[in-house]
């Protein structure tokens, strides 16, 4: 097994990721405008390139478009650690598991974790563009609207899973 697949790395990448999105979260405020109220998630699931203007432009007379552009700069960085992290954890337990259940739920952490990376990375990356071009854009805005729905439902599988996860194998090494 590889050197960096260890425990004391999965905490690292995971808890950081985890830190880092309630950050986000914590932060978000400065985003929520009224043509935007939920803020970044408005730009999320925006759908075309008009909306996605319309909310630029409401947070560029905000003056925030630097930070829509941090804001998704750390996004980017937290969907990396939060991802590793996932997939860490899962291929961790898949190794060590005694019963059959829990390798199985560890393959899937692994799966589950590398798909949200996935559509997270297409949906942040399709928004961070339109704010850098500073123009909206019909496709990147539909990729991302997209790509959100996979991306929250592989994130909530993800972050339950692994904590079951992680208790049933804490339970199976008790026994």
């Known amino acids: 097994m590889p050197k960096y697949m260890n425990w004391r790395n999965f905490w690292i990448f995971w ?4 830190a880092l999105f309630l950050f986000n979260v914590g932060t978000s405020a400065p985003l929520m405008t009224e043509v935007a ?9 925006a759908g075309t390139a ?5 909310i630029q432009q409401s947070w560029a007379a905000a003056g ?34 005694q019963s059959p259940s829990l390798k199985k739920l560890g393959l899937f952490m692994v799966l589950v974790y590398f798909l949200f990376g996935l559509f997270d990375y297409v949906e942040t990356i399709s ?13 990147l805005a539909g990729i991302a609207a997209f790509a959100r729905p996979p ?3 592989t ?3 993800g972050t339950f899973g692994i904590i079951i996860a992680l208790i ?8």
């Open 15 to 18: 808890l950081c990721g985890l």
């Open 37 to 45: 109220p939920t803020g970044i998630l408005d730009h999320q699931s």
């Open 50 to 54: 008009a909306r996605v203007d319309a």
């Open 64 to 97: 925030q478009m630097n930070y829509a552009k941090w804001s998704m700069i750390t996004d980017l960085v937290f969907i990396g650690l939060y991802s590793i992290g996932g997939i860490l954890g899962g291929r961790l337990i898949w190794q060590e598991a």
């Open 127 to 139: 928004q961070i563009t339109q704010v850098l071009q500073n123009k909206g854009s019909d496709t």
């Open 151 to 153: 991306k929250i439902v």
């Open 155 to 157: 994130w909530i599988i």
């Open 168 to 175: 049933w194998r804490h339970r199976e090494r008790r026994a």
